[in-house]
């Protein structure tokens, strides 16, 4: 069985971010993956401390839910990056995830998570794509680093928060499920 996991950055679990991320749960889930999604705004999840202690085993000195993160990373074919914009990037919620990710790194900096999957969604207020421009670079960046695959992305904009998402985005998180699947 494939497995995917969601890094959802929304404080928000019934918000625009979460309307994306539902088709691309149940489209996967209906293609028999296994799909755990991580509320990252109800995890402890500490900001890095810079240490680079992670890089030999991998393993960061903070005790804290980045280890569950870090496992279900591990173990998933496929990493959904859902997140609202806030101020042209990724939330902080998302962030502090991102950033503790230099533990999949080595000593080498050559990555642990290499040949991976990643899939991005986001939503956000303004009417055209110039918003979600620095938050879609930088994770292009990361995952050129990190030698994980950028196999999509669904960019919503109009998103208001009591707006709700447009159904052509819905239908496009849909197709992109179906393309990964
Ligand atoms: C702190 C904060 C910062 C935001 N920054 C932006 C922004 O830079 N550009 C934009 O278009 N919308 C921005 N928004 C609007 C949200 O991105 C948008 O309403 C999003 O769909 C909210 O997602 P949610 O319903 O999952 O919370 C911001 C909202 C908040 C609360």
Do not use: H
């Amino acid at each position: 069985m494939k497995n995917a996991v969601v890094l959802f950055g929304s404080p928000r679990k019934k918000g625009n971010t979460a309307e994306l991320a539902r088709p691309v749960i149940a489209t996967l889930k209906g293609k028999g993956w296994g799909v755990r999604t991580l509320y990252l705004n109800d995890m402890n999840i500490r900001p890095c401390q810079g240490c680079y202690t992670c890089l030999p085993a991998g393993v960061c000195r903070i005790q804290d839910d980045m280890k569950d993160v870090r496992k279900y990373i591990m173990e998933s074919d496929l990493i959904v990056y859902a997140t609202p914009i806030y101020w042209f990037g990724p939330s902080g919620q998302l962030k502090l995830a991102m950033d503790r990710s230099i533990a999949f790194m080595d000593g080498n900096f050559a990555s642990r998570v290499k040949g991976k999957k990643a899939i991005t969604l986001t939503t956000f207020g303004d009417d055209n794509m110039d918003s979600c421009r620095p938050a879609i670079d930088m994770f292009t960046k990361t995952f050129d680093l990190l030698g994980v695959t950028y196999a999509g992305q669904v960019n919503a904009p109009g998103c208001l928060p009591q707006g709700g998402v447009g159904r052509e985005f819905v239908e496009k998180a849909k197709e992109l499920a179906e393309s990964v699947a």
